[in-house]
């Protein structure tokens, strides 16, 4: 069974600019969550998204923002980004739409840098 | 909001040393979920209480949920390189989200 994917592995961009990450969840998940996790810290709750919809979403500006598409995999967009958007954003998926009660399982990960 | 703090936040062991992290949350939790992110990896689900009290191994890994729900503790016996990374809890938060907690980094020594 192949695992939660992420792409790209590493994305560079300067101060302004647009960043789009993508995420495929393991098959059969419905559900996809975005985290950050900027160097050495721990991990901030960004988005969540079930069957198409945002369920939840952290305390973040609203320029960060996402979709869910048809096939349940996930797109999150950084827009005007920030020198502190810096970090390595992680997208975990799980069986079910209840977010905290199921284990989730993370990709490996995109690598933001903003320069 | 709710805020899921462990300690301590980073501790060095000699191999064959036991090691335990806290981890302390501001309100009452239905569940607590731990894992573990090996260095330059994504985390990695280890374990899930429920009931208050309860106590689960895994192998030299024993978790424990406490009485009050409240807090959780993960104990490593005998510790070994393998066991370095960083050691996250996660309980629920409003809106039915995980919120992670601040982590315990693990050193180890051979």
């Known amino acids: 069974e192949a695992g939660v994917t992420q792409s790209p592995t590493h994305l560079i961009k300067t101060r302004g600019q647009q960043a789009t990450l993508r995420c495929s969840p393991i098959?059969?998940?419905?559900?996809v969550y975005w985290y950050q996790q900027a160097l050495g810290l721990g991990l901030q709750f960004l988005l969540w998204?079930?069957?198409?919809?945002?369920?939840n979403r952290g305390n973040f500006p609203p320029r960060f923002s996402g979709r869910q598409f048809p096939n349940y995999s996930s797109e999150l967009n950084v827009n005007a980004l920030e020198l502190e958007d810096s970090a390595l954003y992680l997208c975990?998926?799980?069986?079910?739409?209840?977010?905290?009660?199921?284990?989730?399982?993370f990709g490996p990960g995109t690598r933001l840098t903003v320069t | 909001g709710q805020q899921v703090m462990q300690i301590p936040q980073y501790q060095h062991v000699q191999e064959g040393e036991d090691f335990t992290t806290y981890c302390n949350s501001s309100?009452?939790?239905?569940?607590i979920q731990w894992y573990k992110q090996r260095p330059g990896g994504h985390p990695v689900f280890l374990i899930q209480?429920?009931?208050?009290?309860e106590v689960k191994k895994q192998k030299r890994l024993t978790f424990q949920f406490g009485e009050a729900k409240k807090n959780s503790s993960l104990h490593i016996t005998a510790t070994q390189t393998t066991d370095v990374g960083t050691y996250f809890c996660?309980?629920?938060?409003?809106?039915?989200?995980?919120?992670f907690g601040t982590g315990t980094r693990l050193a180890v020594r051979p």
């Open positions: 975990a998926s799980s069986l079910v739409g209840t977010g905290s009660s199921y284990e989730q399982y």
């Open positions: 098959s059969g998940h419905t559900s």
């Open positions: 998204y079930d069957e198409g919809e945002e369920r």
């Open positions: 309100t009452t939790l239905s569940n």
């Open positions: 209480l429920v009931k208050s009290g």
């Open positions: 996660a309980g629920p938060s409003s809106g039915d989200k995980l919120t």
